[in-house]
């Protein structure tokens, strides 16, 4: 038994497709559910110290993990505590237009727009509906409705590997040293075994009318459940390109309703890819370059995937058999 074994209660071989949003993905060699930053950094440090590779996530989405799992620690954040600080002058003379919001990362984001909201206080409310965390909504630079987490993001605070060695410190970035763009930053260009851990987000909040924030988020879920699809899937699959739509063009080339085994382009909106019931990660990855070349060879546009690859992939697996299944 390692060290890490006797400080935690991890569990073996445990299926991803149990905690991904496409309920898809081969086993956890390790897994471990965190509620407080205390224990995720205890427990990120110990793996670190031992050379395991060690990956965070929390609400599963926007990742496909491979059908052969995830070597090393993998850990589901549940670290949702928030606080709001108001300027120390403005409540002495009550004037709190404005706040800072300090949420730890594995706060769900959706969660927060709602209860925020209700509170009065905007600057999230765009995020209502999005299936993720404020970890992975720093690190993807998550966005709806013209606006991003970028917009409102302050700094960060993050738990990372000393060079040259196993341990691990702790640092504060301000937000634009994380180099946000349309979905990306320069975590995410990272990869996932080896970069920091998002720990805390310092967000700018402004007070506004609870009535009409709500009125807000339910014009924004209305949206959603008219425009996007109901089955597991992991959200937007691509980027927009400038000036165009990912869907759009996926639809121009025929694709929509293309399936690959049990993965399926969504016959409701082309740039998600759903589960039908039994799809693989294999089964997804195959549509995702399917589409990527179809789109490429007729427009000369290349899409870039918005979900990330997680796990142990075998680039030399082979593509199943497709079949059309077109709205």
Not at 45 to 74: H, Q, R, Y
Not at 120 to 142: D, F, M, R
């Amino acid at each position: 038994m390692t060290p890490l074994a006797e400080q935690f209660d991890l569990r073996r071989a445990e299926p991803m497709a149990r905690h991904t949003s496409f309920h898809i993905g081969g086993p956890a060699e390790f897994y471990l559910r965190v509620d407080t930053i205390a224990i995720l950094e205890q427990a990120v440090s110990a793996a670190w110290a031992e050379g395991l590779p060690c990956t965070i996530f929390s609400g599963g989405s926007n990742m496909l993990v491979a059908d052969a799992g995830i070597k090393g620690l993998v850990i589901e954040n549940r670290c949702k505590a928030y606080r709001i600080e108001t300027p120390k002058g403005d409540a002495v003379n009550g004037d709190t237009s404005s706040a800072v919001l300090v949420v730890e990362s594995g706060a769900s984001l959706a969660a927060l727009a709602g209860e925020l909201a209700r509170a009065g206080w905007s600057g999230l409310e765009w995020a209502t509906g999005i299936p993720g965390s404020v970890g992975g909504a720093v690190i993807q630079n998550a966005g709806a409705w013209g606006q991003t987490i970028a917009d409102v993001l302050l700094e960060i605070e993050l738990l990372e590997k000393d060079a040259g060695s196993n341990k691990s410190r702790t640092r504060r970035w301000e937000a634009r040293q994380l180099r946000q763009g349309y979905r990306t930053s320069a975590l995410r260009e990272m990869p996932a075994s080896t970069r920091p851990i998002v720990l805390r987000a310092w967000l700018q909040l402004q007070r506004g009318n609870p009535a009409e924030l709500k009125r807000r988020l339910a014009a924004y879920v209305q949206k959603r459940t008219l425009n996007q699809p109901r089955q597991p899937s992991a959200g937007s699959v691509f980027r927009n390109p400038p000036g165009d739509h990912a869907g759009r063009l996926i639809e121009a080339v025929g694709l929509k309703g293309h399936r690959i085994g049990d993965a399926q382009i969504s016959v409701q909106h082309a740039n998600f890819i759903v589960n039908l019931g039994e799809a693989s990660a294999q089964d997804v990855w195959s549509l995702v370059k399917l589409a990527q070349k179809a789109v490429q060879d007729r427009f000369d546009v290349l899409l870039v995937p918005e979900i990330e690859r997680i796990g142990a992939w075998d680039t030399r697996a082979r593509t199943r058999s497709s079949t059309s299944q077109r709205s």
